[in-house]
């Protein structure tokens, strides 16, 4: 018999959560907290994150040591720790039972009426804190796990009712293959984490079996713009429901306007009027995200008056074109997560949108393994900012056995420099940033620490 996280939770059995500081492992920690189960947990280090468990009730240790996992009934690990972990070589020994975190989200997602898990190499935080805001309008009470700070629910975690559940479904390792949605939503498949899948044909198959796990009563929804996507349902048996621009799409948006990059449009669903939506986030792609969400919520019953006004509440979560602040020069400084080229691209477009003077981007790309696969496209990416400031590769979890740096980039665009450090990039940037320049931060790792410092001047 399968491994369950439910018995466990039932019988209020002790639960260690090695990587407990991660963001959707934190966010397990909250909802096991909440339902009265003990929580151990181990980190590397002490965070705001870990504090709040701590106030919560969760015990926790700022290393990996063995004898972390004495007294626990069960081992949750995050995908980053392996089987080589200290505490994960004593419950091997102790013979205690030890479950992958997204096989935990998996078994608690079986007990809510509707699942909506939202997919995709991109968009993903961005469609997932627009759904949460639509099935918060709804009055829905939905519990959402969503991989970036949201400041509606204050977090990474709303812990609501049985009825709904929003979850960010990331592809990574196949960790959303342990889900299971009601709703299935596919933004974009794009090759990505190759130092995991093979090729994009192994990406595409990960994703269509993903959309397997929908039920026959439940709902397919997909990027008709998007062929990769559209390979996923190929035939497949499920209802499916295409969102785009293209006239094929059952989810279409028509008059579109934009105002300086934001955009206001008409949502039709088969043939249908469904909402005149207004975003309050900038970039087409976001238009696109916010179709897929009226796709979903069109299924879950809810009007399009409801779902234009829950779009319309989402301003932006953390490290989304977020807001940083000016410079003392007078420059907007705006920090974004974008790490994948068409993420930059599609972020860089709605900046353009903007009519700034010159956009500055510090660029740190994330992995040694992406930069080598997606060099190219990262170049062209680049060449879309008037000025690319790069920083070192960040690392994650990998070593530089390619040999590949910063400066590689810096020598195929144009006008870029590359640096060794973040002082050397903040003092540039001071330099050389003017009135009505925009300065984004872009990355997956660390560069956002740059953005507060621009802006103290």
């Known amino acids: 018999m399968a491994l369950s996280i439910q018995p466990y939770i039932d019988q209020k059995k002790t639960i260690h959560l090695i990587g407990i500081g991660g963001v959707s492992m934190n966010s397990l ?46 081992i949750v690990r995050t995908a980053a720790v392996h089987d080589d972990n200290p505490e994960i070589i004593r419950a091997r020994e102790l013979g205690i039972p030890v479950m992958e975190r997204a096989e935990a989200w998996g078994h608690l997602m079986r007990d809510y009426e509707h699942v909506v898990c939202l997919s995709g190499t991109h968009g993903k935080t961005t469609s997932t804190s627009m759904m949460t805001l639509i099935t918060m309008e709804a009055a829905l009470d939905p519990t959402v796990m969503v991989g970036s700070h949201l400041p509606a629910i204050d977090g990474t975690l709303r812990i609501g009712g049985k ?56 709902l397919v ?24 621009l293209s006239e094929t799409a059952n989810v279409r948006a028509v008059d579109v306007e934009d ?30 995200n916010a179709l897929a969400c009226c796709a979903a919520s069109s299924f879950l019953g809810i009007s399009g008056e409801v779902a234009a006004r829950g779009l319309n509440k989402f301003t932006g979560s953390s490290r989304r074109f977020q807001l940083v602040g000016k410079m003392p020069c007078g420059a907007t400084v705006v920090d974004d997560y974008a790490h994948h080229p068409s993420e930059m691209r599609a972020t860089l477009s709605a900046a353009k949108e903007m009519h700034f003077d010159r956009i500055l981007c510090a660029f740190q790309s994330h ?37 590949i740096y910063a400066s590689d980039l810096a020598a195929r665009v144009p006008g870029a ?4 450090s973040f002082d050397e990039i903040i003092d540039y940037i001071r330099r050389e940033a ?6 984004l931060t872009m990355g997956a790792g660390n560069i956002n620490e740059i953005g507060p410092k621009l802006i103290e001047g």
């Open 367 to 403: 992995t040694y393994t992406r930069t080598k696969a997606l060099f190219g496209d990262f170049v062209e990416a680049l060449k879309m900012c008037d000025l690319a400031v790069l920083a070192p590769i960040y690392a994650a979890r990998e070593q530089n056995t390619i040999g």
């Open 29 to 74: 920690a909250e909802l096991l907290l909440s339902m009265d189960v003990p929580v151990t947990g181990s980190d590397r280090s002490e965070s705001p994150v870990t504090d709040r468990l701590e106030r919560l009730g969760a015990r926790i240790t700022y290393a990996h040591l063995a004898e972390n996992v004495d007294g626990a009934a069960l």
């Open 417 to 420: 420099v590359a640096f060794d």
């Open 259 to 288: 105002v300086n990059g934001y955009y206001r449009f008409t949502v039709m669903i088969d043939g249908e009027t469904y909402a005149k939506v207004k975003l309050s986030v900038p970039g087409r792609h976001n238009m696109l």
């Open 163 to 218: 009825g709904c559940f929003v979850a960010e479904s990331c592809e990574y390792c196949n960790s959303f293959l342990n889900f299971a949605p009601t709703v299935a939503v596919v933004l974009n498949v794009e090759a990505d984490h190759l130092d995991f899948f093979k090729d994009i044909n192994d990406i595409i198959h990960s994703f269509r079996s993903f959309c397997e796990l929908t039920p026959m009563s439940g």
């Open 434 to 439: 003017r009135p009505g320049d925009l300065v």
């Open 221 to 244: 929804v997909v990027n008709a713009d998007d062929a990769n996507a559209m390979r996923c349902v190929d035939g497949i048996n499920r209802a499916v429901k295409s969102f785009g």
